[in-house]
Each structure stands twice: as structure tokens, then as C-alpha cells.
T-cell receptor, first 116, second 110 residues
Framework: DAGVTQSPTHLIKTRGQQVTLRCSPKSGHDTVSWYQQALGQGPQFIFQYYEEEERQRGNFPDRFSGHQFPNYSSELNVNALLLGDSALYLC???WGVGGTGTDTQYFGPGTRLTVL | QKEVEQNSGPLSVPEGAIASLNCTYSDRGSQSFFWYRQYSGKSPELIMFIYSNGDKEDGRFTAQLNKASQYVSLLIRDSQPSDSATYLCAVNTNAGKSTFGDGTTLTVKP
């Protein structure tokens, strides 16, 4: 049973550039959520995709955007990178949206983004 | 006040002891509660989830939930050095949005 996969593993960009991160959910899952985890902090919710639509969004600027494809995989795009965007970006997959018993999330290995 | 609060630690216990990790949350509409373990440089790994008041046991781990007090805890019995990690508490609303605490760092000393 394939777990959540993310690519790339590491990425180095400079300020002002744009980046795209990719995620494939666990087999049988249809919902993908993205998180940003800065050093020493817990993951911060960016947004969640279900049925190819953004269903919920955390407190992140419009520079952060995403997409979900018909095969449930997802991309996170960040434009105009800032030094503060340096973090571990985590993708988590689950089945369905909301409701007890359907929202257990499993995380991928993450993408470490460094902005210079 | 943060939505999900955890003692940052570090919490240090001797091998074989019980480690007790605590978490409080502010949103009374929260419906599901999760504990994750995160080793340094790795992604969070799901340990347990709990939805109803009371205790839930899984091997050496016991999760406790008290919705009236807005409190969730994780007990680790017979702690092992391999349990040394950061433990993250996560709380979900009925829409599935997850809010995490900043984690408690646990060190189990041989």
C-alpha cells in the first residue's frame, strides 16, 4: 500500500522566484491538505483540496496557491518567494472531508524549501 | 492565546517510566483529536486518534480526552529511548481543518 509521496525532497530557491511542490496521496485517499512547518513550530495549515477544489484555507497570502488533479494528486505553488518561506512543506492525505472517522490524515515525507 | 497549546518541554523521563504529554484547545467545536510523533528532520507520524470522551488504549499508548475541560493527553507506558521525539497534538473541526500545537519534546534516558 503506497503511502503519501512528495517531490522534490529538497529545494533551494532565491528570493522572488516561484516554486512548485508536488504530492501524491495515499492509495484510497481523495483529500489533500498542505502544511508549512517552520523550525521549532507545529505544522500550520495552508489549504485543503477535495474534488479538485480548494475547500478550506488557512491564514496564508495569495502567493500560496494550489491545484488538485483528477487522480487526486496535488501541487502547491508559491510565488514571489520570501526568506520567511523557508520551511518544511508537508502534504497530508485523508478520505472525505470533515466528520468524525473520515479525517485521519497521513503525512508525506515533506519538501524542505530553503530561500536564499 | 494559541488555539492548541502544549508544554514545549523538554520532558525527560527514565527508561521504563510513564511519560505524560498534555494538550489544551480553545475551539469547543473541535470534534477529533490526534497525536503525532515527529523525529528530528522527519515528517509527523500518526500515533493515535480519539473522538469520544474517555480513554483509548493502543499498546503502550493511551489517549485521554475531556471535552468539558478541552483537554487531551497522551500517556506512554514503559517508555523506551526510541520514544524520544517531539509529540504533536492536533485538533480537527467538523470541516476537517487541522490545528497543531508546537509540540512537546520528550527525551527518554537509558
Amino acid at each position: 500500500d503506497a503511502g503519501v509521496t512528495q517531490s522534490p525532497t529538497h529545494l533551494i530557491k532565491t528570493r522572488g522566484q516561484q516554486v512548485t511542490l508536488r504530492c501524491s496521496p495515499k492509495s484510497g485517499h481523495d483529500t489533500v491538505s498542505w502544511y508549512q512547518q517552520a523550525l521549532g513550530q507545529g505544522p500550520q495549515f495552508i489549504f485543503q483540496y477535495y474534488e479538485e477544489e480548494e475547500r478550506q484555507r488557512g491564514n496564508f497570502p495569495d502567493r500560496f496557491s494550489g491545484h488538485q488533479f483528477p487522480n487526486y494528486s496535488s501541487e502547491l505553488n508559491v510565488n514571489a518567494l520570501l526568506l520567511g518561506d523557508s520551511a518544511l512543506y508537508l502534504c497530508a492525505s485523508s478520505w472525505g472531508v470533515g466528520g468524525t472517522g473520515t479525517d485521519t490524515q497521513y503525512f508525506g515525507p515533506g519538501t524542505r524549501l530553503t530561500v536564499l | 492565546q494559541k488555539e492548541v497549546e502544549q508544554n514545549s518541554g523538554p520532558l525527560s523521563v527514565p527508561e521504563g517510566a510513564i511519560a505524560s504529554l498534555n494538550c489544551t484547545y480553545s475551539d469547543r467545536g473541535s470534534q477529533s483529536f490526534f497525536w503525532y510523533r515527529q523525529y528530528s528532520g522527519k515528517s509527523p507520524e500518526l500515533i493515535m486518534f480519539i473522538y469520544s470522551n474517555g480513554d483509548k488504549e493502543d499498546g503502550r499508548f493511551t489517549a485521554q480526552l475531556n471535552k468539558a475541560s478541552q483537554y487531551v493527553s497522551l500517556l506512554i507506558r514503559d517508555s523506551q529511548p526510541s520514544d524520544s521525539a517531539t509529540y504533536l497534538c492536533a485538533v480537527n473541526t467538523n470541516a476537517g481543518k487541522s490545528t497543531f500545537g508546537d509540540g512537546t519534546t520528550l527525551t527518554v534516558k537509558p
